[in-house]
């Protein structure tokens, strides 16, 4: 199976000074960065608040050797967004089939929590998030993307 794991910040409106301190101090390559008005135009359905068309819904950096996501939402939408719930693990591979396998065997233990379902959506045609039993949260993507 051919995936990787990545770190994945939830910075609630705070996502792009981020990327702009690590990009500045820690050498950081940006690999994608999608603005709420740039997935409005990729999905119509896309909602958000007036104001807030510069909020990342998803980012990827490369810093030496290393990747990590940004993003403003919370990682846990079953929950408010405070800095305890903030970091989550993103579980990608272009592979649907690894992904599916990986979801599949994490969701039958009986303490996981599913807070979203494997399936497509405006950007992935794979993606699932859940609650491991110490409370983190893992989320699942199929990506497009040759990281």
Request: charged letters at 20%; aromatic letters at 12%; one cysteine or more.
């Amino acid at each position: 199976m051919n995936f990787e794991v990545i770190p994945f910040l939830s910075l609630n409106g705070q996502a792009a000074n981020a990327i702009a301190f690590y990009e500045k101090y820690l050498q950081a390559k940006v690999l994608l960065k999608v603005t709420y008005k740039q997935m409005k135009e990729i999905d119509p359905a896309f909602e958000y608040s007036e104001g807030q068309d510069e909020y990342i819904t998803h980012s990827v950096l490369e810093i030496g050797q290393n990747k990590m996501m940004i993003a403003e939402e919370a990682t846990d939408p079953s929950r408010p967004w405070q800095l305890g719930n903030s970091f989550s693990l993103c579980i990608q591979s272009k592979d649907q089939a690894t992904i599916q396998k990986l979801y599949d065997a994490v969701t039958e233990q009986q303490d996981v929590t599913v807070l979203m379902p494997l399936q497509a959506n405006s950007f992935s045609s794979g993606y699932a998030m859940i609650r491991d039993p110490f409370g983190f949260v893992i989320q699942f993507v199929v990506t497009r993307h040759n990281f």
